[in-house]
């Protein structure tokens, strides 16, 4: 009642523009984990010059809040930001709380600008952007939004330093191409490792894009906090919070593939469209919170054989029974049946009509290929803050994939059982530590594979010491790894690093170990590819490497943020698929056979630079991003295969009122070097240069966007005999509660 | 204002002055990569040759054959297949630039291994590209291939006139 009145009071007093038609007052209170008021909290509305601080005991008033569907943020110093949304109608006043979760860092301890993002995957719990000692790119809500994409890795693919090579994700250049076999990138799904059992790689499609709020990529080996496949770099998706209330989301999309530009690589006599709709709901009271998405998505495909179907789910609980303790249950299942198409066609594959390939066409021998993919997780994860020095995490996971392949005929289905015990200490001489025992245990039974096991236990600790202003990183963790019960390798994966603000910007430099395990697909591996046999490698070693990095973060005034990296990278005992030559134990003779190896040494390093500039004010934001890649085989003294020398995005949007504008374009240089270069090296390959489009338009709850993905229809592939998407035209509706 | 204005200018002269090379450098149909032409057919297969043909194809050589054993090292290493009937048909050969002597339809029989030995009884010679004015005994019609590629190198088979391997490498 005491605070109505207050509200009353406030309203009574407030300027005549916070009382005009159309606009709201939003209060309430933000609360420390403790369930404590937070003063000189700020809260604003994204997008707006809407803003306020918090007084003593947590409250907070915002007068002259716009009507509609709203988003507001509380940011207090060394939290996480908290957000809420709220659908508000003229003249209400509604209280909105906000919560803060996660270890507060000390206000001592901070002496960089307040308006950085906090992140908490370089670290494993939650820092400054610029405190940490890798580069770190992140993909924010407002880049979703705007992008309007429809999955994952369409979302990661524009991050500074990283390329897409058909579905397999390069951080600066770190994994190449390998038809999906091992990928050096290491997925989280808020931070429970999510690669898969069998292959190593990476179901972009497992969780639905609508479940996830932001992505951060950590660029360099980061096996001293996460294990294995952590060679390259680390990619988190972060899930949605869920608000307190009803809330609902309904998104649909619909579109069309663009024809090919030239009439003899015509495929079809209908234009091919696309479609989804997703749903989300969530309801939140009290200390119980739950959210459900739904949705489906079809497309015919830009090429021939190339339709897929996906149904996809996912969920999330969290539970608060005492303040300082959070329990969150979160899971996803997606089943996608999707025409495989093998490469394209060329010369006495198929009819290519006069033309030395039909970039379009499939090779007739993979005619009738198609897939059948469920992937699904679980996670449950208990946080506690014990004092405001102490927190601890415990958290189970389980990740299956199974996938059935139809020409040729394959099938696995692996398992990856989880388990994480962290803990997080700070105390008032600046030292913080984090350390904890990560383990699992993995399963295949594959036509292909065997069956097999893997167990990993990782035990972990990295300290963080403050000495005057600068921060000094020093940490390790020790792998073992065992493969159907006996042990096959022990790593050791440190890490040092340190950060030094300066008058020029926040300097950072750091080194440390990566490694990657084999997978249990390339130990043992019996199928047949290009007409040669592959056979099992049970001994193989894991691959290894050395990343050193120096970079400056540098803030522009108050209108931008440039940050520059030099990298290096030493790579050991890489895995390569490797022609060797086997006696034939019934013929006798000597045939030659595909193997994985631990063959090659690898060498890459560059500059890797993003700059974002905000000069006409929030209105207008530009972005540049530019990664130059200097690679070499160090076996073969040639450069690394599928690694463009010179990435560039240039991306640039514009707000006015409800309505936006704004475009992508990327520049790949062409790739000077393909594996099985006897097979694939006549075939031609250019630069890619893609141009996406886009407009919104926003209205209270709605809001739609058009999207021009590669705008200028550009015909290019990025690894042999793929084409890469054409231009396709999408309008995307979603209508928020 | 103004100064806000010429900002924004200058971004969209920087956005356009990226995106212009994009144009017209990607992929293309191309043309002919190597020799390309028509083939058209005189007739079909004649029922006692149906069960018989393993594939008619189109290949190329540098130099006349000098030996039987000359006739494995054709360009290029995977031939151009064509139909044994039907409406003429534009065939490509994907061929590196250069001179080629001898451009030729072969039609080849089902069963047994391809060598200089068995040459003669798996592959008959069923046309070839000739210069109106080449006078020479095997017809030779020279083919250079440019950047461009060699057009129009056209073919007329007939299956009722084919030739075997050793009317160019004698006795038979």
Known sequence: MLRRLLVFGLLAAAPAPGRAQGTAVVYGTVRDPFGGGVANASLFVPGTALRTTTGAGGRYLLAGVPAGRVEIRAVVVGYPPAVRTALLGPSDSLQLDFELRGLVVPPEDLYVSTTQPIIVTAAKRSQLLDQAVTSVALVSDTDLARRAVSTVDEAVNRAPGVLFLNGQVNIRGSSGFVEGLGSRVLLLVDGVPANQGD??????????????????????????????????????????????????????????????????????????????????????????????????????????????????????????????????????????????????????????????????????????????????????????????????????????????????????????????????????????????????????????????????????????????????????????????????????????????????????????????????????????????????????????????????????????????????????????????????????????????????????????????????????????????????????????????????????????????????????????????????????????????????????????????????????????????????????????? | MIAGMRSRVVCAALVAAAVTPACNEGLRPTTCPGICGTVTYQGSLPDSLKDSTAAVLIVAYTTFPQTPADLLHFQPPIPAFVDTGGPPRRYVLQVPNGTYEWVLAVWEKKGGSLGPQSADSLLREVGFYRDAGDTTSHGTGRVHVTGTGADSINFVIDFTKMHRICNYFPPC
């Open chain 1, 199 to 737: 292959r190593g790689g990476i179901d972009w499609d497992m969780v639905p894009l609508a479940a996830v709020e932001r992505v951060e990529v950590v660029k360099g080996a980061g096996s001293s906090l996460y294990g294995s496949a952590a060679l390259g770099g680390v990619v988190n998706l972060i899930t949605r919070e869920i608000p307190l209330g009803l809330h609902g989301r309904v998104r649909a999309t619909g579109g069309a593939y663009a024809n090919p530009p030239s009439d003899v690589w015509r495929f079809r006599d209908y234009t091919g469209g696309l479609g989804g709709l997703d749903a989300t709901a969530s309801y939140g009271r009290g200390a119980l919170r739950g959210s459900l998405t739904l949705g489906g998505r079809h497309s015919d495909g830009y090429r021939e054989q190339d339709r897929s179907d996906q149904w996809e789910s996912a969920g999330k609980a969290e539970w608060q029974p005492r303040p300082g303790t959070h329990v969150t249950a979160a899971g996803s299942w997606t089943s996608h049946q999707y025409q495989v198409f093998p490469t394209w066609c060329v010369l006495g594959t198929c009819d290519t009509r006069g033309q030395a390939f039909q970039p379009f066409m499939i090779d007739s021998s993979g005619r009738g290929s198609y897939t059948r993919s469920n992937k699904g997780h679980f996670a449950a994860t208990l946080d506690r803050t014990v004092s405001t020095g102490f927190a601890w995490q415990a958290r189970g996971s389980w990740l299956r994939t199974h996938f059935t392949d139809v020409n040729p005929d394959n099938w696995a289905v692996a398992n990856r059982w989880g388990a994480e015990l962290r803990g997080v200490g700070r105390n008032a001489g600046g030292r913080v530590v984090t350390a904890g025992v990560e383990a699992a245990h993995g399963d295949v039974t594959s036509d292909i594979f065997g069956d097999h096991t893997q167990n990993e236990v990782g035990p972990y600790a990295e300290a963080e010491q403050r000495i005057g202003r600068l921060r000094l990183t020093i940490g390790s963790r020790l792998d073992w790894l065992a493969v159907d019960g006996s042990e096959r390798a022990t790593v050791l994966s440190p890490r040092i690093g340190v950060v030094v603000p300066s008058r020029v910007g926040t300097w950072r430099a750091s080194t440390g170990r990566g490694f990657r395990a084999p997978t249990l697909a390339e130990r043992y591996v019996s199928t047949r590819a290009f007409g040669f046999e592959v056979i099992p490698n049970p001994s193989l070693d894991p691959e290894t490497a050395w990343s050193f990095e120096v970079g400056n973060a540098l803030p522009l005034r108050a209108w931008g943020r440039l940050d520059a990296a030099l990298f290096w990278t030493e790579a050991r005992q890489l895995l390569e698929p490797t022609f060797v030559l086997v006696v034939d134990p019934v013929t006798k003779d000597t045939v030659q056979k595909i193997q994985i190896q631990n063959v090659s040494r690898a060498q890459l390093r560059g500059l890797d630079l993003s700059l974002t500039v905000t000069p006409l004010g929030p209105a207008f934001t530009a972005t540049v991003a530019y990664l130059l890649l200097d690679t070499r085989d160090l076996a073969t003294d040639s450069v690394l295969a599928f690694r463009p020398r010179h990435l560039f995005t240039l991306g640039a949007d514009y707000r006015w009122h409800a309505l936006s504008v704004g475009g992508d374009f990327r520049y790949s240089s062409r790739v000077e070097r393909i594996e099985l270069e006897p097979v694939f090296g006549g075939d031609p390959r250019v630069a890619a240069r893609v141009l996406d489009l886009r407009a919104g338009w926003e209205r209270g709850p709605l809001a739609a966007r058009l999207l021009v993905t590669n705008a200028l229809n550009y015909i290019y592939n990025l690894v042999p005999r793929t084409l890469e998407p054409v231009r396709t035209f999408s309008v995307v509706l979603t209508w928020t509660y």
